[in-house]
């Protein structure tokens, strides 16, 4: 496969466009071109494709806080965004999903009857909520399936 090939390979066969090609690291703009993806290229060479999808199909979309007000905290104020520490889990209801070490849990991906999976699900999310050290930094998002 000559380099044309591979750049071509890279761009369209990744989803991206031309915009997406650079040939600076610091030249990636994620907010804009290269929200989804770009490819590095050097001396005509295709060094790194980076595809910034959703593989796994599990969301189409996300926000920061979203339709939710966020975490009750212990001072009485509402964020998307806490430390465990400041957090009142008093007040939380278990989420449908959770994200930790780059690994998607979520009561969908447990066995069982609706009510053993349910079970299940709560005792793996407050394990993980719970073995968290109480300055980890806990996101609420809004996923759009």
């Not at 090609?21 to 060094?47: A, C, P, T």
């Not at 959703?54 to 965004?81: E, T």
Request: with cysteine; net charge neutral.
């Amino acid at each position: 496969m000559n380099n044309g090939d591979s750049l071509r390979k890279a761009i369209y066969g990744g989803g991206l466009d031309t915009e997406c090609i650079i040939n600076d690291e610091n030249n990636i703009n994620i907010s804009d071109d290269h929200r989804f993806g770009y490819v590095l290229v050097k001396n005509g060479k295709v060094i790194k494709a980076i595809k910034r999808t959703n593989p796994n199909g599990k969301w189409a979309g996300y926000q920061l806080g979203g339709r939710f007000d966020g975490f009750k905290l212990k001072l009485g104020k509402v964020s998307p965004v806490a430390f465990k520490k400041d957090i009142d889990f008093t007040q939380f209801n278990v989420t449908y999903a959770v994200i930790k070490d780059s690994q998607w849990f979520s009561k969908e991906d447990i066995e069982g009857s609706s009510q053993e999976a349910g079970e299940k699900w709560r005792a793996k999310y407050w394990e993980m909520v719970n073995s968290a050290p109480d300055d980890t930094l806990f996101c609420l998002y809004d996923c759009h399936t």
